[in-house]
């Protein structure tokens, strides 16, 4: 990696630990599904508003239809599934064993980015990730689970756990072929992030939760400003940064990153 992809590395870092300590304020306020609806909203907003600014186009229309393909793809899969079962394996197996499972990520993003697009790693760079992995997981194995957290090793959070990890492994992957090129960052996240809105809101209203949202908020309205700085600085700043450095490095290796950035997340 060279200087550009470790500064979008750290301004990676930076936005999801502080976006991880809104959200777990907002989740306590109006519960996580409802955040999760919410800030896919203000996020693509943020982007269409800034790509009108910057490209002169709220959405990328002018991009070919591969591009939007993998694109959309990977939103669904990185933002929408990938996030639902993280979280149905945080219920399951708690944050400890919920967040080490997720860093199975850069194994199954190299091992994808190997097979079908034929990426390799040098041995220096599986060594950085299997080292990182280690460290990720004796942190998240060390760290003590608050009193409430629900404990039991179930066969269906596991399954739940390495779900999630595929999801962000195969999100990641179907970026960077979306992102071939000199393709924009920004434009490339306002495309996951419409097709991460639309599929989250369809699920919502199939499940006939959409009143209760809307209920949730209108009960507290004090959450809308955080849930909209949450937005800007994770799924807009956070997430655009992350696809910047999956643009421009190996997917183990931006991968690793994002493991280590979520494995964060869940303790704040």
């Not at 990696?1 to 630990?17: H, Q, R």
């Not at 790509?51 to 793809?73: G, Q, T, V």
């Not at 219920?91 to 980015?113: C, D, E, K, Q």
């Not at 080292?131 to 998240?140: F, M, N, R, S, Y």
Request: hydrophobic content about 55%.
């Amino acid at each position: 990696m060279d200087l550009i992809d470790e500064i979008a590395g750290l301004a990676t870092s930076f936005f999801f630990a502080v976006t991880a300590t809104i959200f777990t304020k907002t989740g306590r306020m109006v519960g996580s599904q409802v955040t999760n609806r919410v800030r896919l909203i203000f996020a693509l907003s943020y982007l269409i508003v800034l790509n009108l600014i910057l490209f002169r186009e709220p959405l990328p229309l002018s991009a070919d239809s591969s591009r939007w393909m993998w694109l959309s793809l990977s939103g669904v899969i990185g933002l929408s599934l990938g996030d639902a079962f993280l979280f149905q394996a945080l219920v399951s197996l708690g944050a400890r064993l919920g967040t080490l499972l997720l860093s199975l990520a850069p194994i199954f993003g190299s091992i994808i980015a190997w097979v079908f697009f034929g990426e390799m790693l040098t041995p220096l760079q599986i060594t950085g990730i299997l080292l990182a992995l280690a460290g990720i997981g004796w942190v998240v194995m060390s760290h003590e689970e608050p009193a409430d957290t629900p404990h039991g090793h179930t066969r269906r959070g596991v399954i739940f756990g390495v779900l999630a990890g595929l999801g962000q492994a195969v999100g990641l992957v179907f970026s960077k072929q979306g992102m071939i090129g000199d393709f924009s960052p920004f434009q490339a996240n306002v495309i996951r992030m419409l097709a991460a809105a639309i599929f989250i809101w369809i699920w919502t209203l199939l499940e006939g939760k959409v009143g209760a949202t809307i209920t949730a908020i209108r009960e507290k309205p004090g959450v809308l400003p955080w849930l909209a700085l949450g937005a800007l600085m994770g799924p807009v700043l956070g997430v655009s940064s992350s696809l910047l450095a999956a643009q421009r490095a190996e997917i183990g290796v931006a991968s690793t990153l994002m493991a280590a950035t979520k494995s964060h997340t869940f303790f704040c």
